[in-house]
């Protein structure tokens, strides 16, 4: 082992501690890098081999009804390569073991089993029989939310009459991947599920004989999709098409491709952070080693060693912590990747779901790691280079002292003089006060971050659940009624009050900004469901014109006073033209409003309802339930209650995982920066400290002298940290919003004292280690002259 080798070994087992702390953070962000692009890397590899495997379509479209030679004329348009044409209804269902009324989307497949689009991989049982017209296979998702297997039973309610569904096998689809229902608010597993059902049942049933509702459409590979959606609109529109849309707009792909950029972005941003924290210190820390050894280093010069040698084995020490992070990274991140991959088979049913590492992103992380040492160690190397032998034989010019600010302007008698020399010593060294302090600061904001993720899971719940949604039981009709009838519904016994409303489909225009959504009727002087946006604003719908969701409005480019252009759907297309008359930045959906009776004039009906919202005594609610499931219209009613009870404990089961991660990591950086900007000083100062000490300064004084600094730093870093936090909280919430959803930018007052508490606690846990090294100084060590 050459020379400069073994003084590296030296210089790396003498400062342990500090090079330990840098391999922790740099650690976390390969660790982070390793989990979030493994976890990625196999969710985007499961998803795509499932929808190639099981014939995921290109295409989707709904209809009225459909002559089954119809799909001859979808097929041979340009780029088509397949059709599959299906029936598919929602059912009121009766769960055992479930009081409410839970909603069932019944399609349509072939007894005879063949190879379709949207095909079914079974997970248990088998395929339903031509000769048993009541069998079904059922989602697994709401099997398991209902502990249903196979041989179990459930009612319902098949266009008006009930009947027995015997579940006969347990199914994963590519098209339904996450369930949703468009009907009612937030999905409910236990209360929503998919039943594949026979083709003949089916058209029995719904009186559907060679007809189809429904259809999947497969494109060439490399083929246009719009000009394929107009043409099947126009073949449609007839046959009440309500608008083909591509795969990319399917409810459940929304979901899951949402889902896949957040981890993709989430990898990216946590360990670019942790790096550039690691690289930081390891700025810090080689500016030191490089001061306190300009005659090492000047003698290294005399010997004949070139700059670049030296500079090299400087370099050698910031890769070698840089690496033994990364060391303990990667088994560390394929560790968290494989749990978190576990995590996601919970909400996304791919069944060949495993997690396995992306290598490039491994290797990616360990050179990202070296470079981000190297990074920080160029500038101590440069000083390196540039030190003359000559000059780095004499000790360092000693620093300008000189009076304070404070004592310039005539505060100096109300300082102490530990004070005035705690302060001194501060402004003496401001780029490395202010780098310190920042340090510190970003592990405020870091844990700041992570809570405002429990702010926004709170405010979710409590914006949706009881601001938004505020009625006990909403209802869904499997066709429209009239609007009167909705005050059956308020005379069941245990409901107060009852209010209809109407949703109906539209594609909006403006110029060539085209966007297809649903226009929900409600009454100017509802209660049970009202429009508020993401600061909690309650908007009242106007008399006429259109309410848009701002994103929605971003889409189409338009603005309150404009003039949008609605093809009404469920009308074969007829067109209108419709002012907006304001706008509302909601959490979910891109969704589109109108007062009921606008939007009856504008849909030239008497008021209709698609379904109803109710208000009912909470000790009447199974009751009420119980009456909804015999009326043959109903075709789903769901709790609020149990809403927001599934929604906190789907939340709880990741966000507490997530937020104790962020704060583990935030803990981590506070630790790195306070300990090594603490014995840095302690390191520099080791001599002044000592001289104190002989003069007759305590141990305590003299403790108090370099942890005092600390404890000013860590005090100017908090309100500096709660800023940054709330500045990368608001780029996170910009970053992540889509059609599909936006978070509100909600941070409680308690989340800052929390995450200041935190800092503080571990700034207290340092300042201890520290504290034991000022009480074990050598005096006679430290003060003798080195020769």
């Known amino acids: 082992m050459k020379a400069l080798d073994r003084k590296l070994v030296r210089d790396l087992r003498r400062m342990w501690a500090q090079v330990l702390s840098i391999a922790l953070l740099v650690a976390v962000g390969v660790m982070t890098v390793v989990a979030l692009f493994g976890t990625y890397a196999s969710l985007d590899r499961a998803r795509a081999e ?36 299906r029936i598919v209804r929602e059912v009121l269902l009766e769960v055992p073991g479930v009081e409410e009324a839970a909603t069932g989307k019944l399609v349509s497949v072939p007894e005879v089993r063949v190879p379709t689009l949207n095909d079914v991989y079974l997970r248990a049982g088998r395929w339903v029989e031509a000769d048993r017209p009541d069998e079904v296979v059922a989602s697994e998702r709401f099997a398991n939310a209902n502990g249903l297997t196979v041989g179990d039973s459930l009612g319902a309610l098949v266009n008006g009459r009930w009947r027995t569904l015997h579940i006969v096998g347990i199914g994963l689809s590519p098209e339904f991947v996450y369930e949703v229902t468009s009907a009612i608010g937030f999905s409910d597993e236990r209360l929503y599920g998919v039943l594949w059902a026979g ?35 126009d073949i449609t529109k007839p046959y009440g098409g309500l608008g083909a849309y591509a795969r990319a707009d399917q409810s459940s792909e929304v979901i899951v491709s949402s889902e896949l950029a957040q981890v993709r972005v989430t990898g990216q941003v946590v360990p670019a952070l942790f790096l550039a924290i690691a690289a930081f210190l390891l700025n810090i820390v080689l500016a030191r080693l490089v ?25 050698g020490f910031a890769v070698a912590s840089a690496l033994l992070g990364a060391a303990a990274g990667v088994p560390l991140g394929l560790w968290l990747g494989n749990a978190y991959t576990r995590l996601y088979t919970e909400y996304f049913l791919f069944p060949n779901l495993r997690f396995a590492p992306s290598w490039p992103a491994v290797i990616g992380a360990i050179v990202v790691s070296a470079l981000a040492g190297i990074a920080g160690a160029l500038v101590s190397v440069r000083a390196v280079l540039r030190l003359q032998p000559a000059e ?198 891109a969704s589109a409003y109108m007062e009921a009776g606008a939007l009856a004039r504008l849909l030239r009906e008497a008021p209709a309802a698609s379904g109803a919202l109710l208000a009912a005594d909470p000790a009447a609610e199974d009751e009420v339930f119980d009456r ?134 571990v700034a207290a846990l340092t300042a201890a280690l520290v504290r034991r090294r000022v009480h074990r100084l050598d005096l006679i060590a430290v003060l003798k002259t080195r020769e």
């Open 291 to 315: 001061a306190t050894e300009r005659e090492e280093i000047a003698i290294l010069k005399a010997f004949g060693y070139t700059p670049g040698r030296i500079g090299t084995h400087y370099l």
């Open 392 to 589: 780095a034989m004499r000790p360092p010019a000693p620093a300008r002292f000189r009076p304070l600010l404070a004592e310039r302007i005539g505060l100096g008698r109300f300082l102490s003089s530990a004070a005035r020399m705690l302060l001194r010593n501060i402004e003496r060294t401001p780029v490395r006060s202010m780098l310190s302090s920042l340090g510190v600061a970003f592990s405020m904001a870091v844990l700041v971050l992570g809570l405002f993720m429990l702010d926004i899971v709170g405010r979710m719940g409590d914006l949706q659940f009881r601001e938004i949604q505020r009625e006990d039981i909403a209802v869904g009709f499997r066709r429209t009624v009239p609007a009167d009838a909705v005050d059956d519904l308020g005379r069941i016994p245990g409901v107060w009050r009852a209010e209809a409303f109407r949703a109906t489909p539209v594609r909006l225009r403006n110029a060539q900004h085209e966007e297809t959504t649903a226009i929900t009727g409600r009454s100017a002087d509802g209660v049970l469901r009202r429009l508020v946006d993401l600061d909690g604003r309650v908007y009242s719908l106007p008399p006429a014109g259109l309410v848009l969701d701002a994103f929605l409005a971003g889409q189409l480019r338009v603005a309150p006073g404009d003039t949008v252009t609605v093809e009404l759907l469920e009308q074969g297309g007829r067109v209108e033209r419709v002012p907006v008359a304001a706008t509302i930045r909601e959490m979910i959906g």
């Open 199 to 233: 083709r003949e049942m089916m058209e029995a049933a719904f009186d559907m004989e060679d007809a189809f509702d429904d259809a999947a459409v497969a494109l060439a590979p490399g083929a246009a999709v719009a000009p394929v959606l107009a043409a099947i609109d």
């Open 50 to 85: 499932y929808y190639t495997a099981y014939r995921f379509a290109d295409v989707f479209v709904t209809l009225e009804r459909a002559p089954e030679h119809l799909a001859s004329r979808i097929a041979e348009l340009p780029g088509v390569t397949a059709v599959h044409t």
């Open 628 to 761: 909804l499931k015999g009326i043959p219209v109903v075709t789903g009613a769901s709790s609020r209650r149990a809403q927001l009870a599934s929604f906190e404990q789907q939340i709880s089961e990741t966000i507490w995982i997530s937020a104790a991660f962020v704060v583990l990591f935030a803990a981590l950086i506070a630790i790195g920066v306070i300990y090594n900007s603490a014995r840095v000083s302690l390191s520099e100062r080791g001599r002044e400290l000592a001289s104190l000490r002989v003069l007759g300064f305590t141990r305590q004084e003299v403790t108090r002298l370099l942890l005092g600094e600390q404890a000013l730093l860590t005090a100017l870093a908090l309100p500096a940290g709660s800023v940054i936090g709330i500045g990368l909280a608001a780029l996170i919430v910009g970053a992540t919003q889509t059609d599909l959803f936006r978070l509100p930018l909600h941070m409680r007052g308690k989340t800052h004292v929390i995450a200041a508490l935190i800092v503080l606690t």
